[in-house]
């Protein structure tokens, strides 16, 4: 057992070993037989095996042995044959020692494990017994005697306290060890010595030299000397050992007092205990006494209680006795009573039988009494049939009459015969009908009212033609005037028309009917036109020949002659394909008009093609560019792209002059060139051996078949397009990122190939890029032409499929409802964008409409756009500077259930507190806002109009809006869901409501690429709002004449004209500004046309009545004035298109008849038009005489806001290759406004510096409006980014009530919230975090001030109005002329003012609006001071009763509206500052009666320049002629108005007729959404 750490010494010895002490090696004897003493060989025994051996039982400390040593000393053997021997080496077999039981033994690491393990591997030594059992040896008797080595007897045991540790038996086991070898090894040294005493003398005998004895005497001293070294050691290690004992004993008395104080706590414990247990046996013997008590007690209650049970028990055995005998006498008295019932049943069972037997007898009776009743009804059923039978022969006899006798008359009318239908007439003379028809009458007569009214109409015709032509023969041709020509052409042209409409046959009624027709339309041909030709009377032969005209009518048959009036000498390419454009029957005469335009473009372009050169297209590419400032460096590398791709001497074609480009052979050659081009050596190396073109040189190519195929003509495309598409193309190859272009634009010129462009950029994207393309044109038809002309090219090409296959590239054209079931089933047609279809024509409101449809599916996967590229013909969609955004609304069948609650508590008449107990009873968070919605729209919906605001639909069995005059099935207003559960036509309401919104600008962005070609892209602020919102870059593209060799490129110059010779006059006010335009116009007009753009339509009407007044004193007849004098307004195109177009035509032809001409008399018209006609109206002028003057002169009477539109003025002359001039005639008054905002005055001196600086404010106004909208629209893109992301990615917030709520709050606020606060709203969404949503918003601020909530029809619900509130003021005449009926119904002017009033209170003013009521005659009077609408009860109906015209005379019109602008600026009321303010007049003629101050609307002026009131909107409606002063000043406050940004209109009522028509207007700008009341 080892020492314990704890147990052991301080300080430990370390034993010497023997086996390290410094000695020699051994010499060997040469002798064999020499061998070692016995001294010698126990020492050396003692050495080798004292460390390992194992030690005896009676080994003893040193000082126990001390005459130990001498005895085993003088007790050594002593053999005198080992004297002389050295000592042996430690391997040989004499000395090695007996191997250990372990051969590799771990080196103790204590002195005692070092003892312990040479004990247990020495081989000779005793097994040793357990220190147990040394510890009881130890205790026994042991002798006392001296103590030998070899004696284990005569070892004494230790002290006895020494052995009360196992441990401390070791210690001293170990020391026993130890001495007992030190003595072994004592002796053995001893008797070495002697040895070597013994031998010293007789070395010479034994080794023969005494070098050996030296050697071992030598060995022995310094063995002695180490012996003596580690005896001293040892010692010291001894008297460490005898204090480490000593600490044992100590430790060991410790322990033994420790013992004994346990033993006392033993006996203390015991003591304890045993006091325990007998409280223990005191307590259970105390228990034991009370739990026999209680026993006992408990026993005696049990006692007590089984005796008071056991009573009981008793009682109710007796009482169960008494019971038992009871029963038994009811029994006895049952038994009686049963019998005697027996007795009472045998009785009634005899009765009963006797009762069925006669029973049974009746019932016989009445069988057979019914049986003959059958027989008798079956006779009768039997005649009836018989007799119906004969009156259905008799019917089908009537039938069979009328079917052989009224086909004849139907044949004839469906024939169109006119003599055939008078024969079959005759037949059916008469009023009364023959008796054989019977009850067929009806149909016949109906029939025959057909037949007789169409025959009326019929012979009103023949005689219209007949007395037409009856006036040519009394008349002929030549001596009668153009005008009489002009009427008889437009009569017999109207004859044609009504016959085809009334499906009358000319050829069949009158075989003559149609060629005189025909002469009388060539007689008037041939004085209108100067140029006869074979191509005008073979129009005229088709329009007479033609089944259908459709759409065409005289003024489109003028345009198509003065199209063809050519000279044929000179023109003959023109007219050889112009006639095989007639000739061909499958060309209808409505599209005469647009192939012979397009056919005179065609050959213009044919005509330069050959001057065409690339270099220079590329140094006026390269000149565009360098004028363009904040040019992007992108367009730069596009264009060298270009012309790496496409470097001059690389043309699509090589044209020499000596070819004839319209030789058919020629043509074939010129494509086959086209479309495999040769390899030349200028051809760049790194495109040699491949088309550089790419897939455009297929486009071409098959336009070029497709033109040539019906033209007959060569059309290659212009170096310019080529260049502009390739720059294109690079756009699109490049790659996106935030510092490249997302949006190219290159502004293309009118009449330069901008369709061609846009159609060969949509076929690339197909087939190129994999990808759809949209293209945006805002022009239904202009869409509808282009994509016409290019669906041939769109047909021509396939796409390659991924299994090798391939299909027909898809395209579709976009139409309305109504074109797409008037033009039948053609496959290209749709309503909306058709995602699977490659390329789509269509407006950008189906564009928005293919968003919502996202939004509105299923699964609201936006990344299509991703694979679409827009394209634009104009970027106009793309600047929104108004309202960029839209609310989509969605159906919610939980809410319509709710909505059908209300209505129909509504519909039962219930009080409010139905209502409210209704919002009281659900938890659903719409609640109030259904509710207050719904009381709003249930009253809307009862003032609805049939007929006027909605129809009644068979096919729908509904009521449907209308819109635009048509019932719109697909659009749904909460007021009509109202109207239709009110009227019984639907059993529940649809709710629906506004849950996502869409942001226009986003939405294009969403495309992968945008294309735009404009011809103006636009003024600075446009230009930047594009580049900033859609990362546009701009390229111009140079016109086409610019680029061809030796070629004259016209533009619209300025004209010095007038007395004092200017480009540009600003007169002081109106009437001068129109004596100007008189002074200049009817000058110019007898050298050129003229086109004046007047400043809107009324203005229109003024200046063409004004010059026809000037016309007329100058010696022209009224007819010749009217004539000269030509209106081009939109009022005009809107009430009368034929005479519209017959302007348009006229506009740039000479007055009279052409061929009476020449060139040094002709004096032109002058047509006046709107800004309408100043955009995209073709005014054709080809007379060499008008060019060499300068060209069509424009006069424009205003300089528009936009730079764009004043682009498009300058656009309408100087086209193509002929000159064009502009004077401008401005009026001051128009520009007070801005002059006074701008604070800027115009220049003095009228020149092109006023134009400049007119631009440059709408420059301003431009950015003002961009500014203004940029906060909407950022928080449009938020809301948009935010809706996109919770519809396509978490679906599941849409079926949280809560969630939807919040999202309908950020719709119907969207106009008042932040981006921050749109963050903040969509955040209340649960789990949804806005942060996680990457956004381009810029947080700007709210757009507009939110204003609080109001009440709703006096019901305590909460409503967010979707718009701030308004204040109107009606401010209305009441004088006596009021009073006159000429408003062609049965009320006067006032009531028909009144009943429109109301309604616009109704329908069109809210609740929370502030409201009005002025009236003026001789005076003043505010009949309803600002009244809030939704607190006015009965009040405005009230006080509109009341209302009555005065007597007396007067019109103090001036002062009312002075009065009305003081009341709506009025300081005190609790308005919101957003709120719109409007002043709403009428009056039916001129001031009189206003004070001096304000005779001529002074107040009124001073007022609107000084402190007009904030967001202020001003609509006067006027009655009758005015005086021009005054209509003057009423234009001067519109014209305020308007500057300010309001919105200003001037309503000239000429007749007391369209009152009505006024006021639908004033309601049309008062209009507004509320709670979502119409969506479509």
């Known amino acids: 057992m080892s020492m314990s750490k704890a147990s052991r010494p301080c300080a430990m010895y370390e034993p010497l070993n023997y086996r390290s002490l410094p000695t020699r090696a051994p010499q060997t004897s040469s002798r064999p037989n020499q061998t070692q003493s016995p001294g010698r060989q126990s020492l050396i025994r003692s050495l080798e095996l004292a460390p390992a051996s194992k030690p005896a039982s009676n080994r003893v400390p040193v000082s126990w042995a001390s005459a130990s040593s001498a005895q085993s000393s003088s007790a050594a053997p002593a053999t005198p044959s080992a004297a002389g021997r050295s000592l042996a080496s430690p391997n040989s077999p004499e000395v090695r020692p007996r191997p250990s039981t372990k051969s590799k033994a771990t080196p103790p690491t204590s002195p005692l494990q070092r003892s312990r393990s040479q004990t247990q591997t020495t081989p000779t030594s005793k097994a040793v017994s357990s220190p147990s059992q040394r510890t009881r040896e130890s205790r026994s008797p042991q002798p006392t005697g001296p103590i030998t080595s070899g004696t284990a007897s005569n070892v004494q045991s230790p002290p006895k306290r020494f052995f009360a540790c196992g441990e401390r038996d070791e210690v001293y086991f170990a020391l026993n ?90 006996v203390q414990s015991a003591k304890t205990l045993a006091e325990c247990q007998a409280e223990c046996e005191r307590k259970i013997a105390e228990m034991q006494l009370e739990m026999t008590t209680q026993a006992g007690t408990f026993f005696a209650e049990c006692g007590r209680t089984m005796e008071a049970n056991k009573a009981e028990m008793m009682k109710r055995v007796s ?128 029939v025959l009212g057909l037949a007789r009214e169409r025959l009326a109409v019929w012979r009103d015709l023949e005689r219209t033609w007949k007395e037409v032509l009856r006036e040519v023969e009394r008349v002929p041709a030549k001596s009668t005037s153009l005008a009489v020509l002009s009427q008889q052409g437009q009569r017999v042209f109207r004859v044609l028309k009504e016959a085809q409409l009334t499906r009358m046959d000319l050829q069949r009624s009158d075989p003559e009917a149609a060629e005189s027709i025909r002469k009388v339309l060539l007689a008037w041909q041939e004085r209108v036109t100067a140029y006869s030709n074979n191509v005008q009377g073979l129009i005229i032969r088709r329009v007479v020949n033609c089944p259908q005209l459709g759409p065409f009518d005289f003024a489109d048959l003028d345009i198509c002659l003065h199209l063809v009036d050519r000279v044929e000498s000179r023109n003959d390419v023109f007219l050889l394909r112009a006639q095989a454009l007639i000739e061909d029957k499958n060309t209808a005469p409505k599209d005469f008009r647009s192939l012979l335009t397009h056919l005179g473009t065609m050959l213009f372009f044919l005509k330069y093609i050959k001057y065409e050169d690339l270099k220079l297209t590329y140094t006026e590419f390269q000149r565009q560019l360098r004028s363009n400032a904040g040019l992007d460096s992108a367009v730069v590398e596009y264009l060298r792209s270009a012309e790496r791709v496409y470097p001059p001497g690389s043309e699509l074609v090589k044209l020499s002059n000596d070819k004839d480009l319209t030789d058919r052979k020629i043509i074939d050659s010129v494509l086959k060139q086209l479309r495999k081009p040769a390899c030349s050596g200028y051809i760049p190396s790194f495109i040699a051996g491949q088309d550089s073109l790419g897939p455009f040189r297929e486009i071409f190519y098959q336009w070029a078949v497709a033109v040539r195929n019906k033209f007959n003509l060569l059309v290659l495309p212009h170096h310019t397009q080529v260049v502009c598409m390739l720059m294109f193309r690079c756009f699109l190859e490049s790659g996106k990122s935030s510092r490249t272009p997302h949006t190219l634009i290159a502004q293309v010129g009118t009449g330069e190939g901008k369709s061609m462009i846009v159609a060969a950029l949509a076929v690339y994207v197909v087939l190129v890029l994999r990808k759809k393309a949209h293209v945006v044109v805002d022009d239904d038809t202009l869409l509808e032409r282009d994509f016409s002309t290019f669906k041939c090219v769109f047909d021509a090409f396939q796409i390659e ?16 409802e109504e074109q797409l079931a008037s033009r039948g089933k053609e496959p290209f047609l749709s309503t909306r964008v058709d995602p699977d279809a490659d390329i789509c024509y269509c407006e950008a409101k189906h564009v928005q409409s293919f968003y919502a449809s996202i939004a509105r599916g299923q699964n609201c996967d936006f990344s299509g756009f991703d694979d679409c590229v827009l394209i634009l013909d104009e970027v106009d969609a793309l600047v929104i500077d108004e309202e960029p955004n839209e609310v989509f609304v969605y159906p919610n069948e939980e809410l319509s259930e709710m909505a ?128 900033d919102t859609y990362r546009a870059a701009f390229v111009s593209v140079p016109p086409f004449l610019k680029t061809c060799k030796g070629c004259a490129f016209r533009e619209a110059t300025p004209a010095r004209l007038g007395s004092q010779q200017r480009a540009v006059y600003v007169e002081g006010s109106s009437e001068a500004q129109f004596r100007r335009v008189a002074e200049v116009v009817l000058e110019a007009r007898k050298r050129v046309p003229v086109l004046v753009i007047a400043r809107d339509r009324a203005q229109v009407d003024d200046i063409v009545t004004y010059l026809r007044e000037v016309a007329s004193s100058l010696s022209f007849g009224v007819g010749v004035a009217e004539d000269i004098i030509r209106s081009l307004s939109r009022n005009l195109y809107e009430s009368d298109p034929e005479q519209w177009k017959e302007n348009l035509n006229k506009s740039t032809l000479p007055v009279g008849d052409r061929n009476n001409q020449s060139g040094t008399t002709k004096h032109w018209r002058v047509t006046v038009t709107d800004p309408r ?51 401008c005639i401005l009026a001051a008054a128009d520009y007070d406004a ?38 909407l629209y950022n928080c449009g893109v938020r809301a948009n980014e935010l809706c996109e992301e919770v519809f396509g990615s978490r679906p599941e917030l849409l079926q949280d009530p809560r969630a939807r709520e919040c999202l309908v709050e950020v719709c119907q606020r969207l106009r008042w919230l932040s981006v921050h606060e749109i963050n903040n709203a969509f955040k209340r969404l649960p789990g949804f975090d806005p942060a996680l949503v990457a956004t381009e918003a810029k947080d700007l601020g709210r757009p507009v001030e939110l204003h609080g909530t109001v009440a709703v029809n006096g019901i305590g619900l909460s409503q967010l109005s979707m718009v701030p509130p308004k204040i109107i003021i009606f401010c209305l005449d009441v004088s006596a002329s009021m009073m006159s009926r000429d408003t062609k119904t049965p009320l006067t002017r006032f009531e ?53 015209p005065q007597i007396a005379g007067g019109t103090c019109f001036f002062d009312a509206v002075a009065h009305c602008l003081q009341l709506i600026s009025q300081p005190g009321l609790q308005i919101p500052s957003v709120a719109k303010r409007w002043l709403v007049c009428l009056t039916d003629g001129d001031d009189l009666g206003s004070r001096p101050q304000n005779s001529q609307g002074q107040w009124v002026s001073n007022m609107l320049d000084a402190s007009p009131p904030a967001n202020f909107s001003l609509v006067i409606i006027t009655v009758g002629v005015l005086k021009r002063i005054n209509a003057n000043i009423i234009d001067s406050w519109v014209q305020k108005v308007c500057a300010r940004n309001g919105l200003g209109k001037h309503l000239c009522e000429k007749d007391a007729a369209t009152i009505a028509r006024a006021f639908d207007v004033v309601a049309e700008c008062l209009a507004a959404e509320v709670g979502g009341a119409t969506e479509c």
Request: charged share 30%; glycine share 8%.
């Open 801 to 816: 499929m991924p299994n090798s296959r391939q299909r027909p590239l898809s395209a579709v054209l976009c139409v309305s």
């Open 177 to 266: 060890q130890v001495l007992s070898c030190m003595a072994e090894a004592d002796a053995a040294l001893f008797q070495v010595l002697r040895e070597s005493g013994q031998t010293n003398g007789s070395r010479n005998a034994d080794f023969g030299n005494g070098d050996a004895s030296k050697k071992t005497v030598t060995e022995v001293r310094q063995f002695i000397s180490a012996a003596s070294e580690y005896n001293g050691r040892f010692i010291q290690q001894i008297t460490d050992t005898g204090h480490a004992l000593r600490f044992l004993g100590n430790e060991n008395d410790r322990l033994h007092a420790e013992v004994a104080r346990l033993e006392g706590e033993k």
């Open 1392 to 1444: 028909t003012c009144v009943s429109r009033m109301r309604r616009i209170l109704h329908e069109q003013i809210r609740d929370c609006d502030w409201v009005g009521i002025v009236v003026f005659g001789p005076s003043v009077q505010v009949v309803v001071p600002l009244t809030l609408k939704g607190q006015a009860g009965n009040l405005f109906e009230s006080r509109l009763a009341g209302l009555r």
């Open 319 to 446: 009482e169960f006795a008494a019971e038992k005998e009871r029963f038994e006498t009811e029994r006895v008295a049952m038994a009686k009573d049963m019998e005697s019932f027996r007795t009472k049943l045998a009785a009634e069972e005899e009765e009963m039988k006797t009762k069925i037997s006669r029973l049974h007898e009746e019932c016989e009776l009445k069988v057979t009494e019914q049986k003959l009743a059958a027989d008798r009804r079956v006779a009768e059923g039997r005649l009836q049939t018989e007799e119906q039978l004969r009156m259905e022969r008799q019917v089908t006899n009537h039938i069979m009459h009328v079917l052989r006798e009224l086909p004849p008359l139907q044949s004839a009318m469906e024939l169109g015969d006119l003599r055939l239908l008078e024969e079959e007439l005759q037949k059916w003379k008469g009023d009364e009908l023959p008796e054989r028809f019977g009850e067929c009458k009806g149909v016949v007569q109906a």
């Open 900 to 1027: 059908t609650s209300v209505a129909s508590i509504l519909a039962s008449g219930s009080s409010k507190e139905k209502l409210s107990t209704l919002q009281a009873s659900t938890q659903h968070p719409a609640a109030p806002r259904v509710i207050a919605e719904m009381v709003k729209e249930w009253a809307h919906g009862e003032r609805l109009v049939a007929g006027q605001d909605f129809v009644y639909s068979k096919e729908a069995g509904r009521n449907l809006m209308l819109q635009a005059g048509r019932a719109n099935p697909k659009s749904w207003s909460l007021a009509l869901e109202c109207r239709n559960f009110q009227d019984g036509l639907m059993p529940r309401i649809l709710f629906q409501e506004r849950l996502f919104v869409m942001s226009r600008p986003r939405v294009f962005r969403r495309y992968h690429r945008i294309l735009g070609l404009s011809g103006s892209p636009g003024s600075s602020p446009e230009r930047q709002f594009l580049a």
């Open 1173 to 1223: 006609g100043g955009r995209g109206t073709d005014y054709r002028v080809d007379d060499p005489h008008v060019d060499a003057e300068g060209g069509l002169l424009l006069v424009p009477t205003v300089v528009p806001s936009s730079r764009r539109e004043w682009t498009q003025f300058l656009g309408r002359t100087a086209r193509q290759d002929c000159r064009g001039q502009f004077c």
């Open 1234 to 1271: 801005l002059i006074k905002k701008h604070r800027q005055q115009l220049p003095v001196v009228g020149g092109l510096d006023v134009v400049e600086t007119l631009l440059g404010w709408g420059d301003k106004e431009v950015a003002e409006k961009l500014k203004a909208s940029a906060a």
